[in-house]
């Protein structure tokens, strides 16, 4: 099962998104211009706007630790699927498909707390990278699996 480098791929996907939950990293950084102190780090995935007496305390929000959980828990049952390529293939592309939700959700919750908060200057981290590596690496799994499966047919087919 680790042999094969789709199992690779998904385990990759299910430590990133595993370490996306467990280490609630700032996606953005927001800085008060008008004050003298800069504020503290804040991430855009959550649904507190900017406040000076908890800047950055809020979790994130219960959509996006779903969407993590479900990446984790899919992309690991998608690793012991290897004798069952469409099943995989599907699991691949469902996973794909919601870490861009993610994705998704993290860019409309910064410019929404952009646009909500002028006054402050905000810019994204890389932080925000890793829903991005999360898709392409699904798909790198996807079209791996998909690869093995026409391995497969034509081996059958020379038989």
Partial sequence: ???????LYLLLVATIA?????????????SNTKADRI????????KHYFNQTDPGGAPYDKLNIIILGLMVLGSLYAI????????????????????????ASLIFDFFKMS??????????????IW?????ILSALAWASVRRDEKLLKSMDRIR
């Fill in 39 to 46: 504020s503290a780090e804040l991430h855009f995935v959550t």
């Fill in 1 to 7: 099962m680790i042999q094969r480098i789709q199992s």
């Fill in 115 to 128: 646009k909500d908060a002028p006054d402050i200057s905000s810019y994204p981290s890389i932080h925000g």
């Fill in 131 to 135: 829903p991005f590596a999360c898709a």
């Fill in 80 to 103: 012991f699927l290897y004798k069952k390529t469409e099943l995989q293939k599907k699991i691949c592309l469902y996973t794909s498909l919601l870490s861009l939700i993610l994705l």
């Fill in 18 to 30: 595993a370490l996306m939950l467990v280490l609630n990293p700032n996606f953005a950084k927001f």
